[in-house]
Each structure stands twice: as C-alpha cells, then as structure tokens.
C-alpha cells in the first residue's frame, strides 16, 4: 500500500508562510485524489484543500481559500500546500491523505491512506 510522509512544517510568526509538502511512496500516486487536513487540539479533523488527478480541479476550505494553495507534482510523487499569510488559528496538525475517487471532499472517510502529519504552529 501506498505511504504519505508530511513535512514542513514549524513555529512561525502570524503573517508569515510555511510550504508542506506530502510524499508519496509509489508511482501510482498519479492515480489518487490528494488532500490535506488539519486537526487542532480538542478540534475533530477538518478539510482544508483537494486536488484532483488532472490538477484541473481544486477544492478549499472557506477559512483558507485565497491564502492556501495545493498542487501535486505526479513526476515527484509529491502534493503541495502553499500557506501563505498564517494566522494563529491556523495552529494544527497538518495531515495529507489519498482517495481513489471522491464523492465529498470534507469527509475523512471517504480517504482510504494517510500520512503521519506535521504539527504547525503559528504564534508570536
């Protein structure tokens, strides 16, 4: 089965950005829907961006869409989160996951592998 290794994650400043990065151990990552999570503490797991196989199609979370930005590199194996701006509530563990096919893009279960996650911590 495949693996998800995160990382890139740290302790930055509000405003400032971080770039995660999710590798994946086989080839056949070209062949799953991408996503990333997060989960702060005491906080259930939440959604925050997807990217599809074509790299056509993206999803985001409304609490980041216009600072975050995913994207895959199938040649690297390798899915992306761009995090730009950072506010405090952004604190969490950041995990990425990996789905054969989608039919909503906030649900966990719908998520078949997941890596270890990268905590992320934004405060002054």
């Known amino acids: 089965q495949m693996h998800l290794v995160e990382s890139g994650g740290g302790l930055v400043q509000p405003g400032a950005f971080l770039r995660l990065s999710c590798a994946a151990s086989?080839?056949?990552?070209?062949?799953?829907?991408m996503g990333w999570f997060r989960q702060a503490p005491g906080k259930e797991r939440e959604f925050v961006a997807g990217i599809s196989l074509s790299v056509y199609l993206f999803r985001y979370a409304d609490s980041v869409s216009g600072r975050f930005t995913i994207s895959r590199d199938n040649t690297k194996n390798t899915v992306y989160l761009q995090m730009n701006s950072l506010k405090p509530e952004d604190t969490a563990v950041y995990y990425c996951a990996a789905a054969e096919e989608i039919t909503n893009w906030e649900d966990p279960s719908e998520y078949s592998i997941w890596g270890q996650g990268t905590q992320v911590t934004v405060s002054s």
């Open positions: 086989e080839r056949t990552f070209s062949d799953y829907l």
